[in-house]
């Protein structure tokens, strides 16, 4: 790689982070999101698996205080994969922006554009989407030689739209609790680049360390 990830790119996983079937995981997650945008103003991707999850947090958002300051942009809600990303475009400085599928490859923003990206689950098949189920009947463990590496190559290209030059740099918080919970988690940190930082912390210090972190770098 022509990059250099040990100091271009920090990560960081919280340590109390609710598991993504909990009652109030959605609560957590608007809270949290809340007081990162309080603390980076913009600049920020939060990458999703579906569009109920963009909708519930992008409704809990829109009474927060912390988020007066900056604009949050719902694919779906906002419009379609273009209109959100010519939105988003227009000030990114001051602009939030929740993608889903499309959002996790093949997006280019260099720069101050975007330097906060947060990944909300690790991005594995819907059991029941029909081509999915169809295909997983092809291999003996479906789930440590197919659907496991599916997701790994899809964590890895979300990852990538953190870092698209030598100047870029940017924070990645990875929300799901099974990378650190389950033993397939640490294959998906094992993909990241070598040499990244990556550090554990409680979610409610991760934004002051994220904000911290992205000034000492501009």
């Known amino acids: 790689s022509p990059f250099n990830f040990e100091t271009q790119a920090y990560v960081l996983l919280p340590t109390d982070a609710l598991p993504i079937t909990a009652t109030r995981s959605m609560e957590q997650l608007s809270d949290f999101f809340a007081k990162l945008i309080g603390a980076v103003r913009g600049g920020m991707l939060g990458l999703f698996t579906s569009y109920a999850s963009i909708e519930t947090l992008y409704l ?5 205080p912390e988020i007066r300051s900056s604009k949050i942009i719902g694919q779906r809600i906002s419009g379609g994969r273009n ?3 010519k939105a988003y475009l227009n000030d990114p400085t001051h602009s939030v922006l929740l993608g889903t599928a499309s959002f996790w490859e093949g997006v280019d923003i260099q ?5 906060t990206l947060v990944i909300h689950k690790l991005p594995f098949d819907v059991p029941s989407n029909p081509i999915f189920k ?3 009947e ?5 789930f440590m030689e197919y659907a496991l590496p599916r997701a790994i190559l ?4 979300g990852f990538g739209r ?4 030598a100047r870029d740099f940017g924070a990645l918080v990875v929300l799901d609790n099974r990378v650190t919970a389950k033993d397939f988690g640490a294959l998906f940190l094992r993909a990241l680049p070598r040499g990244i ?17 992205l000034e000492l770098n501009r």
């Open 60 to 64: 809990q958002l829109m009474d927060r």
């Open 83 to 85: 209109k959100v990303m």
């Open 111 to 115: 720069g101050e554009a975007l330097t």
């Open 134 to 136: 169809a295909r997983k």
């Open 138 to 142: 092809l291999f003996a463990n479906s």
């Open 154 to 157: 899809r964590f890895k290209q």
């Open 162 to 165: 953190l870092i698209r030059s």
């Open 197 to 213: 930082t990556i550090e554990k912390a409680p979610l409610a210090a991760i934004p002051g360390k994220v904000a911290e972190w």
